[in-house]
């Protein structure tokens, strides 16, 4: 039991050295903070929280793996080296698709609900 917690413990300690040390991360949660709020705001059906929640976890976990990805190179070499820059720009790219999927998804949620409020206005 005690190897479990002290996993959970190391699981959450990197949570929180991530968060404090990278921006793009803090950056993500702000993002998922406001999608969680227009999902609120906006009454989004079951299905449509599965797919948010689905979209918020995979880009946060697509940011943290590329940041320990990130640290694993930095920690073999300080050296510009055409490996470890590959390594380092495939992982920031997988983010970048994440969060360019997670984003439509966000679109494909969130647009026709903002516009039939807007329109709602208009129309009152």
């Not at 921006?23 to 929280?49: D, K, N, P, Q, T």
Request: glycine share 4%.
């Amino acid at each position: 039991m005690k190897k479990q917690i002290n996993s959970f413990r190391y699981a959450l300690n990197g949570l929180r050295c991530a968060f404090k040390s990278e921006a793009h991360l803090r950056f993500h949660c702000c993002i998922a903070i406001l999608v969680i709020l227009c999902g609120f705001l906006f009454h989004i059906s079951f299905m449509e929280w599965i797919a948010c929640i689905l979209c918020i976890g995979s880009v946060i976990t697509a940011e943290l793996i590329n940041t320990a990805i990130e640290s694993t190179i930095d920690l073999y070499t300080q050296e510009q080296h055409p490996l470890a820059k590959k390594a380092k720009d495939v992982a920031a790219g997988a983010v970048l698709v994440c969060a360019i999927t997670a984003a439509v998804i966000g679109l494909m949620i969130f647009l026709p609900k903002a516009l039939d409020f807007l329109l709602s206005l208009f129309a009152a």
